[in-house]
């Protein structure tokens, strides 16, 4: 759908909810990460890409001091409450993310504000749609209130949103992505010093699409499985005397743990890593981008084998595609659930789909959903 269409559509939404119309709109993408999984973390590299699907969040200042929130995919739910009276886990669930962004800039938005969100983001398949949320009202304020932050300080908005208010512990990737992204490229990014460049991935002109195979197993940041391994970094780390688990020089200094767990944990994110700047030497150096497939596959091994967050769905899914001719395929997100993405030839595109879907029939699995990822912009203002 065009996104002059989706802008009104969220205005008309806006005025039949709060009774006139906003002063803007603006949208923000959900992304996949190509490599680089709970590297963000621990001081590392990923290699995300914008989605074209996207949240819209249409807003408008108020002079009561209320922050009233709606939502189209959540009709007749009207959440309201004084910005005064924000705190993290109040509000909570979905307008929990809005919350903790107004809950960053209180003396900005002490007036209160009116959020008619809609979006296209698929929840709880990994896709980050928290962060694209975070990220669409955070744009839309700096605009709005011509606030002094740049992109960089935008992204520390929205994630703090995320950690603090909401309680989730999760990197600054999934908002860097949703904000600093762009139309045919991967976010390459070194989490510690913040250095971002853009790597080209043009699949389409090499006759590759990556499909996002969503398994529908609930995926949820906030729940105790993520929090756990990022504890888990953090021991193993400590007990090797490192600043992060990034200067690990290789996989051999981890024989000074003596504890197996944290040595696994801690080989993931030592190897992937390394797949990271792998991938992009190969994309940066022009060739075939079927060369980054066995890197994929490998990463999904490490996730399983090593950081232990994959489930029989996401197994399933990446053997299948595997099978039916994927020259990679690989979890990705936090674990525990959600999605796997698979690079395939466009030829092969129907033949990979139509494997896992029969796989997941044979296992008593709902039929997965499926989306192409086309490299896409991040934030952006719509009207």
Known sequence: MPEETLAARAADDFAAVFGGPPQGVWAAPGRVNVIGEHTDYNGGFVLPTALPHTTRAALALRTDGLLRIASVQQPGDVVEVPVAGLRPGHPGGWAGYVGGVVHELPAAVAGGLSVLVDGDVP??????????????????????????????????????????FVGAPTGLMDQSASLLCTAGHALFLDTRS????????????????????????????????????RRQCEEATAALGVA????????????ALADDVLRRRARHIVTEDARVLEVVRLLDGGGDPRGIGPLLTAGHASLRD??????????VCVAAALGAGAHGARMFGGGFGGSAVALVDVADADRVVRAVTERFDREGYTAPAIVTAVPSAGARRLR
Not at 138 to 148: E, H, I
Not at 217 to 228: I, K, M, P
Not at 244 to 255: F, G, K, S, W, Y
């Open 244 to 255: 992060a688990l990034r200067d690990v020089p290789d996989v051999a200094a981890l024989d």
């Open 123 to 164: 929840a709880g398949a990994g896709l980050s749609s928290s962060a694209a949320l975070e990220c669409a009202v955070a744009l839309g304020l700096r605009d709005l209130l011509g606030l002094d932050l740049d992109t960089v300080e935008l992204v520390d908005v929205a994630r703090r949103a995320e950690n603090d």
């Open 194 to 229: 913040r250095e971002a460049r853009q790597v080209p991935l043009d699949l389409a002109s090499a006759g590759l699409e990556l499909l996002v195979l969503d398994t529908g197993t609930r995926h949820a940041h906030a729940d105790g499985g993520y929090g756990e391994r």
């Open 306 to 315: 090593d950081f232990e967050i994959s489930t029989p769905e996401l197994d």
